[in-house]
């Protein structure tokens, strides 16, 4: 099966029109409305967010959710906020991404054999979302990896996408449960069909500020990446 760039960018679409759940959509319009006073001047995507990067990816990137005025008010993935602030300079240095910083849709941010996605595609009150809101979510991801030929290697970004991530090979028939994954920084699973799976902390501010996630660990795990993916 071949990479068709086509089909990835007519599922996006079908994404940002979807209205799978009014508790999301709710929150996200009304963020979108009052906004955040440094960004008074700005207008707000609001809308469930695409995902973006290369079609023929090897690596996966997915994430937990859209902040409310990171994403949900850029209408990128990472774009406008401290995780993304974290995440694209290693995605730099790691040779994945374009440029260092991530401030907008339109700044030139192109990503080479990377695709960036998340658990769920709205953003959630409290970074929290409800079990039946992933459960909505998730047949998009189903889509998604499965228009991703190329993928080798996916990294997790947290617990949620490291559990979304193998709820979905379980739902694929690749996998028959849980036992066996457990989720801590730097962990490596290898998955039928040739897949690996490698899970790292979220690069919120709760962690990249405690120091729970350093740069150096969050490096080594897209260096690992590269290396699992074929492009070292």
């Not at 405690?210 to 490096?219: D, S």
């Given at each position: 099966m071949g990479v068709s760039t086509d089909s990835l960018a007519v599922l996006n679409e079908r994404i940002v029109a979807c209205e799978r759940c009014p508790r999301l959509r709710a929150y996200c319009a009304e963020v979108a409305r009052v906004k955040r006073r440094a960004y008074a001047d700005q207008e707000y995507w609001g809308k469930p967010v695409p995902s973006f990067g290369d079609p023929a990816a090897r690596v996966l990137v997915l994430g937990l959710a859209p902040g409310a005025h990171g994403s949900n008010r850029t209408g990128r993935m990472f774009t406008g906020d401290g995780s993304g602030d974290f995440l694209y300079p290693v995605l730099r240095e790691a040779a994945f991404a374009s440029q260092a910083g991530s401030v907008s849709r339109g700044d030139g941010m192109k990503l080479e054999g990377l695709w960036i996605s998340a658990a769920v595609r709205c953003a959630p009150p409290g970074n929290k979302p409800a079990l039946e809101e992933l459960r909505n979510c998730a047949p998009w991801l189903d889509e998604e990896i499965q228009l991703l030929a190329g993928l080798r290697a996916v990294v997790c970004l947290g617990r949620i996408a490291f559990d979304g991530f193998l709820n979905h090979q379980r739902r694929a028939g690749r996998i028959s449960g849980r036992a066996g994954f457990e989720f801590r920084h730097g962990a490596e699973y290898a998955l039928?069909?040739?897949?690996?799976?490698?899970?790292?902390?979220?690069?919120?501010?709760?962690?990249?500020?405690?120091?729970?996630?350093?740069?150096?660990?969050?490096?080594?795990?897209f260096k690992r990446a590269r290396e699992a993916a074929g492009l070292a």
């Open positions: 039928p069909g040739g897949l690996v799976l490698l899970a790292s902390y979220h690069p919120s501010l709760q962690n990249t500020n405690t120091g729970k996630l350093t740069r150096a660990m969050f490096l080594a795990v």
